[in-house]
């Protein structure tokens, strides 16, 4: 297979097959002769450099997506970077997401934004006059909002992390390089003093070469030290695209109370932070997982008088699956059940 040997170089010959293949390492604690399959196993770089060469096509064409929330259209660009070090050491390789909206105001965004998007179905138009965003603009928002504000803090832990290293490694190594000198030293003394020791020659050579080694490998040390110390950002990559749009049900009967709306999320917001200093995202497949240990807060009436209702392990509620916009729906009246609950 030519992508195998491709890849060999770097990550091992792939194997000609695999019985039984597993992704949790517990899972080799009942039967160590499975093959945990992890990122840098050639089966898994393989495929995945297999798929990411099979849809370079698509993601130089885009993608279109709906957003039950948003009111106006937006772009999307997904770029990864790293931040290395002097040595050329990978420290960080992240992706990240560049949205701009129709006015041309640009924000960079988790990568995440796309759990709450729903892919248009094929064939989905984008509206007339709208145009992707300037490539250099783009790369100038990143480095601005994002990748200059990560550069910063790793520079920072970097240095951090490299002075408690110099400390301890100048300990360490200087506390053998004066042991070494001190029996140099000695058997130095030995010899003026007309020493005819069989040896004592060798073992003052032996000696010697040993603190030039030692002294060799602290300069290098330090070398190394200040060039991981120094921090850049590298290989940025602009991985794809994708249009956003107002999702065309938004309007719907049964989906507009579903819609977002800033003014009541801003009043529902402020009546949880009086109940509870710290919020956490609400997704159904958390409290799924979670069950007694997540708690939903539901704020009724906020355009009104708000009331607040808590409920323990929602997950129980009747959930309703919307599967055209990939939303989940529970009742007040449920709400309401599992709050007194």
Not at 73 to 84: C, G, I, K, M, N
Request: proline share 6%; aromatic share 6%.
């Amino acid at each position: 297979m030519p992508l195998a040997n491709e890849l060999e170089p770097r990550f091992g010959r792939l194997g000609r097959e695999y019985k039984t293949i597993v992704f949790d390492k517990e899972e080799l604690r009942e039967d160590p002769t499975l093959e945990w399959v992890t990122p840098g196993h050639p089966l898994f770089e393989c495929i995945r450099v297999f798929i990411e060469r099979d849809v370079r096509e698509c993601h130089s064409r885009g993608a279109v997506f709906y957003d039950l929330h948003a009111s106006s259209p937006a772009h999307l660009d997904v770029f990864s970077a790293e931040v290395r070090d002097g040595r050329a050491n990978v420290l960080h390789k992240r992706l990240f997401v560049v949205q701009t909206d129709v006015n041309g105001r640009m924000a960079v965004k988790q990568p995440t934004i796309f759990l709450d998007l729903s892919l248009a179905p094929k064939g989905a138009e984008i509206p007339a006059g709208l145009t992707p965003p300037d490539a250099a603009a783009l790369e100038i928002a990143l480095h601005e909002q994002a990748l200059r504000p990560l550069l910063e803090a790793e520079i920072g832990r970097r240095e951090q992390e490299t002075r408690r290293i110099s400390e301890h490694m100048e300990i360490s190594l200087n506390a053998v390089i004066h042991k070494v000198q001190c029996q140099f030293a000695e058997l130095m003394g030995q010899k003026e003093a007309g020493s005819q020791e069989i040896g004592l020659d060798g073992r003052l050579r032996m000696t010697e070469d040993r603190l030039d080694e030692l002294n060799n490998r602290l300069e290098t040390r330090r070398a190394e030290l200040l060039k991981e110390r120094e921090c850049a950002i590298s290989n940025i990559h602009r991985f794809a695209s994708a249009w956003v749009l107002p999702h065309p049900d938004r309007e719907a009967p049964d989906i507009k109370p579903m819609v977002s709306d800033p003014e009541i999320e801003r009043i529902a917001v402020e009546a949880v932070v009086a109940h509870e200093e710290a919020l956490t995202t609400n997704e159904y497949q958390t409290a799924e997982r979670l069950q007694d240990d997540f708690w939903l807060y539901v704020v009724f009436n906020c355009a009104a008088n708000p009331e607040l209702h808590v409920v323990r392990n929602p997950a129980r509620l009747g959930w309703k699956p919307i599967v055209r916009i990939e939303h989940y729906h529970v009742g007040p009246e449920d709400i309401l059940r599992g709050a007194e609950g």
